[in-house]
């Protein structure tokens, strides 16, 4: 199985919260959409242990089980199609949550998230997380 992380599936990993752990160890591929990226960074930017969250990260993007996963055209079409589905239906969601939506239903991976609004989105295999966890950077 390949799993899509959130940035919120990202730290509890780094947590060590078993319920993702378990899901990491057991995929055969991990995907980090660059948008999770960005937000990681912008989140560990704010934070006082910027060094220490960038040189994990850095091992992490090392993993040989992990994979970066651009922002191509295909991924657009995706973002277009699911942001006119929810539009039509009356739901919004973050607008970096419909990019990795859009990694999710293009790469065919399940997305990892305790974001509940997920569960709005048509075309995409989510697994919840509990315990969502609101970030503790400033929103953009």
């Known amino acids: 199985m390949r799993v899509l992380l959130d940035s919120n599936a990202y730290s509890q990993l780094m947590l060590g919260r078993e319920q993702v752990s378990r899901i990491v160890r057991d995929a055969e591929e ?9 937000e990681l960074l912008y989140g560990f930017r704010h934070g006082s242990r910027y060094e220490r969250n960038a040189r994990d990260m850095r091992a992490f993007l090392d993993n040989p089980y992990l994979s970066l996963v651009p922002v191509g055209a295909t991924t657009a079409d995706r973002y277009s199609r699911i942001a006119a589905s929810l539009r039509a239906k009356g739901r919004r969601i973050p607008t970096n949550d419909l990019w990795i939506a859009a990694h999710a239903m293009e790469t065919g991976a399940d997305l990892v998230s305790a974001a509940r609004h997920f569960e709005h989105v048509d075309g995409i295999a989510w697994t919840r997380l509990r315990g969502e966890r609101r970030p503790t950077w400033p929103t953009v």
């Open 30 to 38: 991990v995907l980090l959409p660059a948008v999770v990226l960005g």
